[in-house]
T-cell receptor
């Protein structure tokens, strides 16, 4: 059974600081997704990582994938308040279409 | 309408009621999904439909019954639910072309279900 673990689950940080969210998964997969969820809202796709060593960046967020270590990271650079949200990583489960297994999410609060 | 829409957005029902959740995708996708998001638990995949055929059922109780009449519409029929079934039910869709295809999933806004 595929398990996806994120840490930390809760993170409070100051604006302007850097931090990294980690996502470990238990079985081989070469597709990993990062999503953002604002309170009361749905999930917004941030990154799709499809191969070992993949790195993608959008604004202050950068995601990477190491399939050998079964690890993805989401790095936040010079955080701003607007990035406050819950961030989920999800891994392809290997079903017929694209059933995803999600981590528990990292609740990120960025304080001015 | 664009993207993935879900109705109703909020639903309160008793344990003896029967209700249905509706999802519609306007993205030309061919795979649709139901997920359950409960407080303090990861999103749980419930059902997967690929080209209208159910391809995955993650041991979901029979009080949840999916229906996919075409590749744009997905329903979740609910009957005799329990209070622990209260959650946010999210629908998603993707363009599945097999193997190593990209298959980014796009989510609807969800239906917040409360079972009394």
């Amino acid at each position: 059974e595929l398990k996806v673990e994120q840490n930390p689950l809760f993170l409070s940080m100051q604006e302007g600081k850097n931090y990294t969210i980690y996502c470990n998964y238990s079985t081989t997969s070469d597709r990993l997704y990062w999503y953002r969820q604002d309170p009361g809202k749905s999930l917004e796709s941030l990154f799709v990582l499809l191969s070992n060593g993949a790195v993608k960046q959008e604004g202050r967020l950068m995601a990477s994938l190491d399939t050998k270590a079964r690890l993805s990271t989401l790095h936040i650079t010079a955080a701003v308040h607007d990035l406050s949200a819950t961030y989920f990583c999800a891994v392809f489960s290997g079903g017929g279409a694209d059933g995803l297994t999600f981590g528990k999410g990292t609740h990120l609060i960025i304080q001015p | 309408e664009t993207g993935v829409t879900q109705t109703p957005r909020h639903l309160v029902m008793g344990m003896t009621n029967k209700k249905s959740l509706k999802c519609e995708q306007h993205l030309g996708h061919n795979a649709m999904y139901w997920y359950k998001q409960s407080a303090k638990k990861p999103l749980e995949l419930m059902f997967v439909y690929n080209f209208k055929e159910q391809t995955e059922n993650n041991s979901v109780p029979s009080r949840f019954s999916p229906e996919c009449p075409n590749s744009s519409h997905l329903f979740l029929h609910l009957h005799t639910l329990q209070p622990e079934d209260s959650a946010l039910y999210l629908c998603a869709s993707s363009l599945f072309s097999g193997g190593q295809s990209y298959n980014e999933q796009f989510f609807g806004p969800g239906t917040r279900l409360t079972v009394l």
